[in-house]
Nanobody, 121 residues
Framework: QVQLVESGGGLVQPGGSLTLSCAAS????????MGWYRQAPGKQRELVAT???????NYVDSVKGRFTIFRDSAKNTGYLQMNSLEPEDTAVYYC???????????????WGQGTQVTVSS
């Protein structure tokens, strides 16, 4: 089994910054893609950003230029640095990872429990 634990959420004023962390632990041979998703009240969960094992990144248009996703593969940890936060960024942010537990096993999808980010004055 694999566990993902997010941290770093909280309350921040518009224009402020936060950095979310996602630590993966358990039976991990390799992590393919790590990603961040968010879900605002009354809305569907949406993709925010992803990063592959090779470092290729992808962002939803609304966060481009403001958010940066990166990872420390040695620590099995992913990060989402969020700058110039807007009230519209308020949501529960979820970490996602596609993990292989053995050298020849299948990749499986895992989710963290979520961390609340609130942008308000």
């Amino acid at each position: 089994q694999v566990q993902l634990v997010e941290s770093g959420g909280g309350l921040v004023q518009p224009g402020g910054s936060l950095t979310l962390s996602c630590a993966a632990s358990g039976s991990i041979f390799s992590i393919n893609v790590m990603g961040w998703y968010r879900q605002a009240p009354g809305k569907q969960r949406e993709l925010v950003a992803t990063i592959t094992s090779g470092g290729t990144t992808n962002y939803v248009d609304s966060v481009k230029g403001r958010f940066t996703i990166f990872r420390d593969s040695a620590k099995n940890t992913g990060y989402l640095q969020m700058n110039s936060l807007e009230p519209e960024d308020t949501a529960v942010y979820y970490c996602n990872a596609v993990v292989r537990s053995t050298a020849v096993g299948p990749f499986r999808n895992y989710w963290g429990q979520g961390t609340q980010v609130t942008v308000s004055s």
